[in-house]
């Protein structure tokens, strides 16, 4: 951390153009990741009292962009960036995946939170309900809240049902243009490696044949 913070002043000065430095939205996380420290050490000498460090617990919580750091090694891994490029062209698909979520969690929530309304089994306002609609339609059930009254458990069995219906059917969708994008770019670079092998081939004959009609 004292490293990053001794080093971030320093590197726009390394760029030909410093303000394309800030630019690049890696830079403005680390810049984020580093400035609470300094905000809540002003803080801490202000202060009259010692208290000042609970008042910015959000600060202490933006620190941890600097996990974000570590995609900076996508860059680095050819199969990572056609990962990141299959991703981005199936964002349609994950676009309609999470609608049908939300409409599910918002349908089933409000639906449990009437269903157990008097009743003492946790379901004390809608988004209680919300949260044990995504615990149920993504099959993870934690089991801190669940429904006692019958209608509630009838409520609750038509959404587990209805919610791995709701994730297959879209997520087969999704495989198919996941593998359709990932050969696509898999093509992509095969056919570059393959261009750059011919011109360096032919960088070659060109080459020798210079040298055969020097002799």
């Known amino acids: 951390s004292s490293g990053i913070n001794a080093e971030w002043p320093l590197r726009p000065g390394s760029w030909p153009k410093p303000w394309l430095f800030f630019k690049n939205v890696l830079n403005v996380l680390d810049l984020l990741a580093i400035l609470p420290f300094y905000i809540e050490l002003i803080a801490m000498f202000t202060s009259e009292s010692g208290a000042a460090g609970d008042k910015f617990v959000v600060l202490r919580i933006c620190r941890t962009s600097r996990v974000v750091r570590i995609f900076r ?9 056609v990962v990141m490029k299959v991703i981005a062209g199936a964002a349609r698909e994950f676009v309609l995946l999470s609608l049908l979520i939300a409409i599910f969690v918002l349908l089933f929530g409000t639906l449990m939170y009437y269903a157990e309304l008097g009743r003492d089994s946790g379901f004390d306002s809608i ?6 609609s995504i615990v149920t339609v993504t099959t993870v059930g934690y089991g801190d809240l669940y429904p006692q009254s019958p209608v509630g458990r009838l409520i609750g069995s038509v959404a587990v049902v209805l919610g791995i219906v709701i994730l297959a059917l879209p997520m087969t969708v999704i495989v198919s243009k996941f593998n359709e994008s990932y050969g696509a770019e898999k093509r992509k670079a095969e056919k570059k490696t393959l261009a750059k092998i011919r011109a360096r081939a032919g960088l070659a004959i060109e080459k020798e044949a210079a040298e055969d009609g020097k002799v």
């Open 73 to 81: 090694f996508i860059r680095h891994s050819k199969e990572l960036i």
């Open 127 to 132: 988004l209680l309900g919300c949260w044990w």
